[in-house]
């Protein structure tokens, strides 16, 4: 089970852009349920996601580089591809998941946190650098925004 938040970034902390950080491409191959294909550094997988706004369900399996490629001529709209920084939260054991995209939304920022319960999650008080909670709006699921490429 997934449980997450996500707000919209317009000024991150500079030192941001100083934590770990990996790239990420992925692209779905089905949005209903979600079905996504992802290269994170040197893996690859393949992952199902159930419905859901803060919470739902989520699975995911390992492919290989060429699993991957094929799966990747085969995906619907197009391959996002993006920076994730890998915040601490101060003061709690919960990391913010900061992806700043390339390509079709160069420039999009969005941060996501990840919860163990559904009450931490709604109990959560954001950081003052986020902005927008958008997390029961959907309008920036990822499924969503490969399909409709224009903010």
């Known amino acids: 089970m997934e449980i997450e938040r996500k707000y919209l970034i317009t000024a991150p902390p500079q030192e941001c852009f100083s ?3 990996r790239s990420i491409e992925q692209a779905y191959l089905c949005d209903d349920p979600v079905v996504r ?3 994170d550094g040197e893996r690859y997988y393949l992952t199902y996601k159930g419905r ?3 919470a739902r369900e989520e699975a ?3 492919l290989n580089e060429a699993s991957y490629r094929h799966l990747l ?3 619907d709209g197009i391959v996002l591809t993006k920076k994730r920084y890998c915040i601490p939260l101060e003061g709690t054991s919960l990391t913010i998941e900061l992806d700043v995209f390339e390509g079709a939304y160069e420039g999009l920022m969005l941060a996501e946190v990840e919860f163990p319960t559904e009450e931490e ?3 959560f008080t954001p950081p003052a650098w986020f902005g927008r909670d958008v997390t029961f709006t959907g309008e920036y699921q990822n499924s969503r925004l490969a399909l409709r490429p224009s903010r």
């Open 19 to 21: 934590c770990p950080c």
């Open 37 to 39: 294909i992802r290269r």
């Open 52 to 54: 859901g706004l803060l």
């Open 60 to 62: 995911n399996l390992p």
């Open 73 to 75: 001529s085969k995906a």
């Open 121 to 123: 999650a709604l109990a």
